[in-house]
């Protein structure tokens, strides 16, 4: 998975989390967020972390 578990752990782990509640606070803020009903949105799992359907939008 993309931050691991156990004694080794990505270094960047807290900044990488900090830029995502920023990032997250922007659009939340910007745009009205709804999910397309009936739409899976699941983890692919690789070496970067990813969504298996990508995130559709209507």
Not at 32 to 42: D, P, S, T
Request: one cysteine or more.
């Amino acid at each position: 998975m993309a931050f691991n578990c156990g004694p080794r752990t990505c270094l960047g782990k807290e900044v990488a989390f900090t830029q995502l509640k920023t990032a997250a606070a922007a659009v939340l803020k910007e745009f009205r967020v709804v999910m397309v009903e009936g739409h899976v949105v699941a983890p692919k799992v690789s070496i970067i972390l990813q969504m298996r359907n990508g995130l559709k939008h209507g």
